[in-house]
């Protein structure tokens, strides 16, 4: 079996040499690379490709731009971004637009290979000092999230509130009175030391 790999990168010599490392290695096949985000998303769909390498820097859309549309049309294709930007929030946001990978371009070609490999079979390539970054930046949010001075009912009722329900519906939902919802989110509001559901929310999820 071969794994059908696809490349999106803008630059014409690490594009090619992708493709020239893929194709002489046994177990891998690379025919479609792409040098922007437009042509891969008009043409990836079609092709069923089981891993694209995504570069971040590319002309017109981004590559994280490129993998949020691709990922919703192709659910089913893995996307590794390959790329020189190594900051947290381009990690962060390429994780959340669909990556299931995170590789920078100083990663040995035989650990590409090996990163192709793992995430066909279900796993999360990164280089190590991304994982670093990472860990680093969930990290940030536990200290910045304040949710520590919440009891677990509070959690769960601030929860409710960030998805827009009312104080009736949460009543519902968590059997209680609406009184005692009223109760809860006072109690929220002033160990977060706010006055408002936005307020709140800003402060809570404000990463």
């Known amino acids: 079996m071969q794994l059908k790999i696809g490349v999106i990168e803008d630059e014409q010599r690490i594009r090619e040499g992708l493709a020239v490392l893929i194709n002489g290695s046994d177990g891998f096949l690379c025919e479609h690379i792409f040098e922007n985000a437009e042509a891969?998303?008009?043409?990836?769909?079609?092709?069923?490709?089981?891993?694209?390498?995504?570069?971040?820097?590319?002309?017109?859309?981004?590559?994280?731009?490129?993998?949020?549309?691709?990922?919703?049309?192709?659910p089913n294709t893995q996307f590794v971004m390959l790329t020189a930007i190594e900051d947290s929030e381009s990690v962060l946001r390429s994780l959340k637009s669909g990556a299931t990978g995170y590789l920078t371009k100083t990663t040995q070609p035989s650990k590409i290979l090996e990163a192709l490999t793992d995430v066909y079979k279900g796993?999360?390539?990164?280089?190590?000092?991304?994982?670093?970054?990472?860990?680093?930046?969930?990290?940030?949010?536990?200290?910045?999230?304040?949710?520590?001075?919440?009891?677990?009912?509070?959690?769960?009722?601030?929860?409710?509130?960030?998805?827009?329900?009312?104080?009736?519906?949460?009543?519902e939902i968590k059997i209680l009175s609406t009184e005692?919802?009223?109760?809860?989110?006072?109690?929220?509001?002033?160990?977060?030391?706010?006055?408002?559901?936005?307020?709140?929310?800003?402060?809570?999820?404000?990463?």
């Open 40 to 74: 891969a998303i008009k043409e990836i769909p079609s092709l069923h490709l089981d891993v694209v390498l995504v570069d971040i820097h590319l002309p017109g859309k981004s590559g994280i731009e490129c993998v949020a549309e691709l990922k919703a049309i192709c």
């Open 123 to 171: 796993g999360s390539p990164m280089s190590s000092h991304i994982a670093r970054k990472v860990v680093s930046s969930f990290n940030a949010y536990e200290k910045i999230a304040e949710f520590d001075k919440l009891s677990m009912r509070e959690k769960e009722i601030l929860t409710l509130l960030s998805e827009g329900h009312r104080y009736k519906e949460i009543a």
């Open 180 to 207: 005692t919802v009223r109760t809860h989110i006072r109690n929220i509001y002033e160990k977060l030391q706010v006055n408002s559901r936005i307020e709140a929310l800003n402060k809570v999820y404000k990463r």
